[in-house]
């Protein structure tokens, strides 16, 4: 496995930082926010020092029922080729559901959303990583992801289900210890168990990443410090295998330059105690009075512990409590269609599953979307003011994305327009300008920046 090193999320809003930070010997990028044509010049100069760049995506649902499109694997391989990454990343998730398989309408999640750990799911995720890894350039690892809820009638743990994994397709791993605290607290699973199952040597690299807890639900916000839990968790890790790299990811609320070193010191000090860890035991271990501290390290792969009644079928069509002569894509697609339709489109939510948490999930999503929204149309914001997020929410609650964030900027827009909103004459004027601007063919102003200095000044003027 190649040897990665300490690295950092590269993000626009400190790339000058990350260029200027001592020990980074790498950095993750997000596949889709980089064009391979015109590659930012801070990533370019990053290259040129010999820094390894990795592209990591969002978007490919490797999880969901439907086969991997091939678009997505097309667009991703070039990212691949552009960066000159010796690997590529993505995750264990479901983003979209509904379609042609279920014959019902497409929905978009707009983040990561998890797969049940049933034998269905497991089969269809196995088929999709194959389809994955034979149009990609190089060798394909997948993430662990943070999960909000739980799927009732899971077959397998997470660390059975991923060890199955890599042995049935050769995939590799990439291990977020945070998003493993994630799911200690909101699904009360144990981590030390799921790293006991991993098959470490397929490790490619560790995520390591903060957040926050609110009314017994974590929060893996990447938008907060490295919390004590997850350094824990690191060292665990690094007690049973030498990671080939750690990387710190933090996508929002960025602090100073130093913050960000400081947490990237607190990962390197927990990296090697669990190494001088790992010494001490093979040392006891080598003089006859111990077992070996990475004997185990392997093991925990047993039967299915779940119960056992058909996966995702019983999720789909609890009166059978069997499987049917449907595929496992099919079945697996009319349950995630039915879960997503509940969080994105306030559908009644299916039987089993916490009502709770599934309002927690699907007020994430919401949020989620507002905050995206808000950086891909900046202007929105500013025309709206301080009543944006609530406008948007509130038309995000059964309404679902269907077309990508910039569609669903447009669509929020028009929504607003055709209410008669905002009330403030100046703003809706502004807001329609925004929307005849971005709706037709071509753009009416080829000078967003501009556009947007002029949105604002009216904004100004218009102010007490």
Known sequence: MRRLGTGIGWRPEIADAVERMPGIDWVEVVAENVCPGHLPESLLRLRERGVTVIPHGVSLG???ADRPDEGRLAALAERVEALGAPLVT?????????????????????HLLPVPRTRDALDVLCENVRIAQDALPVPLALENIAALFSWPGEELTEGEFLAELVERTGVRLLIDVANLHTNHVNRGEDPAQALAALPLEAIAYVHVAG?????????????????????ALLTELASRTNPPGVLLERDENFPEPEELEGELTAIRDAVRRGRTRAAGRTAVAAGGTGAGGTA????????ATGAGVGGVAVLARP?????????PRERLGVAQAAVLSALVAGTPVPEGFDRVRMGVQARALAVKRATVVAKVAPELPVILGTGYRSAFLEYARERPMSGGYRRDALDFAGHLLGAGLPQDAVARRDLREWWLDRAGPAPRSRKPAARLARVARRVLLRRP
């Open 90 to 110: 993505e995750h264990i998730a479901f983003v979209r559901a509904g379609g042609s398989l279920t014959a019902s309408p497409l929905l978009e999640a707009g």
């Open 62 to 64: 490797l999880g969901g």
């Open 211 to 231: 957040g926050f807890e609110r009314d017994g639900v974590w929060h893996d916000s990447h938008a907060h410090p490295v919390p004590p839990p997850v350094l």
């Open 296 to 303: 185990t390290a392997g093991g925990g792969r047993g039967t």
């Open 319 to 327: 009166v059978t409590g069997v499987r049917t002569r449907e595929t």
